[in-house]
């Protein structure tokens, strides 16, 4: 079923969605991503305070995916015709993953500086879902 999250899932995390939370570990201050379970610099347990971070940061993965999406992708890649992701390390330190926009999906590189944009990213089940996509900074 691909990236599937059932509407109840997806209301749940709406809030993240929009505004990019992650976590912010009380034992060691490092930061992490997704803002649940252990700190990715400590293990520490039940130590994530969720924080909003500025949203820019540097590409430190990229690639380009031009078929074999998920279902709910694919009417967004017979329109575009390729989808831009990455990995991106925020300037807080957080590792996040998300879709490139308002660009060549083909142009960003490694060590591009991005920016958190909110847009449409697929519409499944009759809701059009909104988040967080990543553009590059000129």
Known sequence: MGAYLSLPTW??????????VIGECSAC????????GACVECDAVDTLEPVEPAGTGEIVAHTVIEGGAPPEFSRL???AGAIGVAIVEL??????PGMLTDCDPHAPER??????VVRRIY?????????TKFRPVE
């Open 11 to 20: 209301w749940r995390s709406l809030d993240s969605r929009y505004r990019l």
């Open 29 to 36: 201050g490092g930061y992490t991503f997704p803002a649940e």
């Open 77 to 79: 890649l017979d329109a």
């Open 91 to 96: 300037d807080e330190g957080a590792r996040v």
């Open 111 to 116: 060590g591009d500086t991005v920016e958190r």
């Open 123 to 131: 519409e499944q089940e009759g809701v059009v879902r909104y988040g």
